[in-house]
């Protein structure tokens, strides 16, 4: 038997069956709750449940039992046992999505298998978006490839410009074939803006952002306006690489650490040369020894869904609240894994 899903603040209902997630129901009815990794490790879809019940096949890893008995659930693993009246009160409010063409302004290389891309808008509109978010290149036959935006929202120079870190993906259509073909001047098909990644400067928690690959793009977007409003409360950001040559933004970060007295930068490599003076490890593990006690910071997380799941996991178990952790998994939300951004 079929229950009914109400989604309080969209003032929209659909039908949930016992043998499917909630999510995967809303999607199948074209509703757009949201959501970010779908494996539950990043708490983007988690809902208060207003009324109703849900269970789990296991306890996602973004939900602990006490939370769960408060009244939260996760929808991206959560089935309803009955009708559900359920809420999304922190989301943050977003530009609505639209499709549009964009021309290519500028291909150019950030390091071996990075290459950045500016696109430009024709139609005499900005460009708006939440830093955080993400726009899809449409592909037809192909489906969509996504990559988030790494540009304050707008260009201060120019409001109908984004910018956007890409990694290459052997194999991948967009990332190896296309992009290193793309030319000034061509046009692309995209919708934009997408997802519910972004700061909740509600929360106003001294702040640790991590990053792995690309993953710093949207960080750098939200960074970018964080910094320049200056009423945001200290931050910690610790990128992850293998080796330094993958730390392309390294030089703006550290100018950005060395102006602004409450922003700090610490890059992690993983397999670091001997002439590495910085830290080594995995960039989760860098966290916890620097900050052992997380209880009272916000979280962001954003890059490979294995990072993201690891460090959600010892994150939570080192006090942090997955009220206050939110993160943005490349690889599982960011259309076909053949051509991943992360």
Not at 103 to 125: I, N, Y
Request: net charge negative.
């Amino acid at each position: 038997m079929a229950h009914r899903i109400t989604w309080i603040e969209a003032q929209c209902s659909f039908d949930a069956s016992p043998d499917e997630t909630v999510l995967s129901a809303a999607h199948r009815a074209g509703v757009a709750l949201p959501s970010e990794c779908e494996f539950g490790g990043c708490g983007t879809c988690r809902v208060t449940l207003r009324e109703g019940h849900v269970q789990y096949e296991e306890m996602p890893l973004a939900l602990s039992h006490e939370d769960a008995e408060a009244g939260f659930a996760l929808l991206c693993q959560a089935r309803a046992c009955s009708d559900l009246v359920v809420s999304t009160e922190r989301l943050l409010d977003a530009p609505t999505a639209q499709r549009r063409q964009a021309k290519v302004l500028r291909v150019e290389p950030l390091s071996g298998d990075v290459t950045r891309l500016v696109l430009a808008f024709d139609d005499g509109q900005p460009f708006v978006f939440r830093p955080g978010q993400y726009l899809n290149v449409l592909l037809g036959e192909l489906g969509a490839r996504s990559f988030s935006m790494a540009s304050r929202a707008p260009l201060a120079d120019d409001p109908a410009l984004a910018e956007f870190h890409i990694r290459r993906i052997d194999g991948g259509h967009f990332t190896h074939r296309r992009l290193g073909t793309l030319r000034a001047g061509e046009t692309l098909d995209v919708e934009a803006p997408l997802g519910a990644f972004g700061y909740h400067a509600d929360d106003y928690r001294p702040i640790v952002m991590v990053a792995t690959g690309t993953g710093i793009a949207p960080l750098r977007s939200m960074l970018s306006e964080m910094l320049a409003d200056g009423d945001t409360p200290p931050i910690t950001l610790y990128w992850g690489a293998r080796t330094a040559d993958a730390l392309y933004l390294h030089e703006e970060l550290e100018a950005l650490a060395a102006t602004h007295e409450d922003f700090r930068y610490v890059p992690v490599l993983s397999r670091a040369d001997a002439g590495w003076q910085g830290v080594r490890g995995y960039v989760q593990d860098a966290v916890l020894s620097d900050q052992p006690d997380l209880s009272e910071h916000a979280i962001y997380l954003c890059g490979s869904p294995v990072m993201i799941a690891d460090a959600t996991r010892s994150f939570v178990a080192n006090g942090a609240s997955v009220r206050y952790l939110y993160a943005d998994s490349f690889t599982f939300h960011h259309a076909p894994p053949v051509d991943v951004a992360a």
